[in-house]
């Protein structure tokens, strides 16, 4: 079976809404957090950090802070991790930030 997706809408002010996704990674496993940095990633992180630490399972997030107008190069940072959270923030701006990401990331693999 293949990699599943789960579209999670809620913010960190509902932490319950993570609880599948983080028993679905099974473990303690490391979460990574994509987070468009638009001068607040650090505290943005933190607050997802919490987020998820209230959610269930024990998981290690992993921040993933992408620059306002950046890309994300899965291939560079997704080794290791289990999991990725893409959080919150300006949707046309992680469009952008994802369009090079491809067709699908599939278990273990960035394409």
């Known amino acids: 079976m293949g990699s599943r997706v789960f579209l ?11 609880e599948p996704f983080l028993r679905e990674l099974g473990g303690e496993r490391r979460v990574g957090c994509l987070i468009l940095d638009e001068g607040d990633g650090a505290a943005q992180f933190e607050r997802y950090t919490a987020a998820l630490r ?31 959270l893409v959080c919150g923030g300006l949707t046309p701006a992680y469009q952008d930030a994802l369009a090079d990401c491809g067709n699908v990331m599939v278990a273990g693999e960035a394409c």
């Open 8 to 18: 999670v809408g809620g913010g960190w002010d509902h932490p319950e809404v993570y």
């Open 54 to 84: 209230k959610a269930g399972p024990p998981c290690t997030p992993v921040p993933l802070l992408v620059p306002l107008g950046g890309r994300f190069e899965p291939e560079a940072v997704l080794d290791g991790i289990d999991g990725l």
